[in-house]
Each structure stands twice: as C-alpha cells, then as structure tokens.
C-alpha cells in the first residue's frame, strides 16, 4: 500500500538556521513520483519540487535543497539559512505509475521561523 | 491567465442545504482535481477528469458528492444534504496530462480553495 510519513508534525527554529524536513514514502510500484509542496497561512498549495524514482541526483534550488534516497525511501528536504517567510506547512506527496493522477500526502510539517 | 480559481472562497451553510462550488483550471490544462483538506491533515483525493470525461473518483466521495465538467473547462462539485462532516477545504487542482510533453508533466497547479463550514 502507498503510504508518505511526516514525522515531524511541528518545528520551531530560530531565523537563519538551516532546518530539515522528513519525508518517507512506502511503494510498491518502480515507477513513482514524489513532491514538495508549500502552504503558506493565505492557504493556496504552492509547487517547489517533482522527483521521479529513476533520479536520485539530490536538487539545489537557491536555499532549497532535496535529498533522495531509494536504499531508505526518503525524499528529505532542507532549507538553509531560513527566512521568516519560509513559515508554512509542507507537504511530501507521492504519485504512482504512469497514470499519475493521484496524489497522496503527508499529514505535512508546519515550520514556524521565529525572527 | 493567472491559475487555477475557486469561488466561493468561504461558504456557510446549515445542516442538510445543497452547496455547490466552481473550479476555473488554467486554460491549457486538461485535466482538473478535486481534493479535500481538514485541519492539521494533507488533501484527500476526491476525484479527477481528462477533459469532460471524469475518469476515478475516491471512496471517499459519497453518493451525496457529484463533480461534473460538462465542457471540459471548468467543473462544479455539489454536496447535497450537507452534514457537518463536510466541514472542511476545498480543493481544485489542474495540470497536462502526462503525455502531453513539456516540462510542467504532471505538476498540479491548485487554486485557494473554498473553505466549507457546516452549521
């Protein structure tokens, strides 16, 4: 059964710091997807990232960063130096096979940034 | 254009009313989500269609749940007989479908939602 864990319901970190969010995922399938997404407090669903399950490169997008990796099945994803407007909920979301019509999420990390 | 909308932002209603909300998808996107959201969790796939063609709907969606999108533009999702259950976020998503090329293969683009209070 596909499944994605957020373990981490809450972190608090102080402006500045670099702070990692936990994402694993469970599939039975070879061929999946994986995303980031970014709710802020206004509530729309933003997009930052798509990983498709032959790709283990790790991505660096500015202060953004994801590490992938199959041998633990977690799609880990770090902010560095983090800004108060990085508060929001993310979320890991996984899609399977070739249809890809359906995500399923994680019950989502809220990241509060405190200045 | 500028993303996927959603109206009515909010909507209140009291037990047992029919309620209906819209979905505009971006313009070249072919396909259209629904999900629904509760506090504290991630979206719950409701349904989704390829064009006018509604092609997998959840366990989730009751027979009180009916999404149509009778030209392949935009959709409606009605709830009839409204329980407080139904109490929760609204979500509209749309992207290419995956053969479509391009780079944005299979992003889901959502709209702000429309945020469900049932009296």
């Known amino acids: 059964a596909q499944k994605v864990t957020q373990a981490q319901t809450e972190i608090s970190v102080v402006e500045k710091e670099d702070v990692t969010l936990d994402c694993v995922y469970e599939?039975?399938?070879?061929?999946?997807?994986l995303f980031w997404y970014k709710q802020p407090p206004s509530g729309e669903l933003v997009f930052l990232i798509r990983?498709?399950?032959?790709d283990e490169q790790n991505e660096i997008s500015g202060r953004y960063s994801w590490n992938f990796q199959k041998s633990t099945s977690s799609f880990n994803f770090t902010i560095t130096a983090s800004q108060v407007v990085d508060s929001a909920v993310y979320f890991c979301a996984l899609s399977e096979g070739d249809s890809n019509y359906q995500l399923i999420w994680g019950a989502g990390t809220k990241l509060i940034i405190k200045p | 254009d500028t993303g996927v909308s959603q109206n009515p932002r909010h909507k209140i209603t009291k037990r047992g009313q029919n309620v209906t909300f819209r979905c505009d998808p971006i313009?070249?996107?072919?396909?259209l989500y629904w999900y629904r959201q509760t506090l504290g969790q991630g979206p719950e796939f409701l349904t989704y269609?390829?064009?006018?063609?509604?092609?997998?709907k959840s366990r989730l969606l009751s027979d009180r749940f009916s999404a149509e999108r009778p030209k392949g533009s935009f959709s409606t999702l009605e709830i009839q007989r409204t329980e407080q259950g139904d109490s929760a976020m609204y979500l509209c998503a749309s992207s290419t479908s995956p053969h479509s090329g391009g780079s944005s293969y299979n992003e889901q683009f959502f709209g702000p939602g429309t945020r469900l209070t049932v009296l």
């Open positions: 599939t039975r399938d070879t061929t999946y997807y």
């Open positions: 269609f390829q064009n006018e063609a509604q092609l997998e």
């Open positions: 990983r498709n399950s032959f």
């Open positions: 313009s070249e996107h072919n396909r």
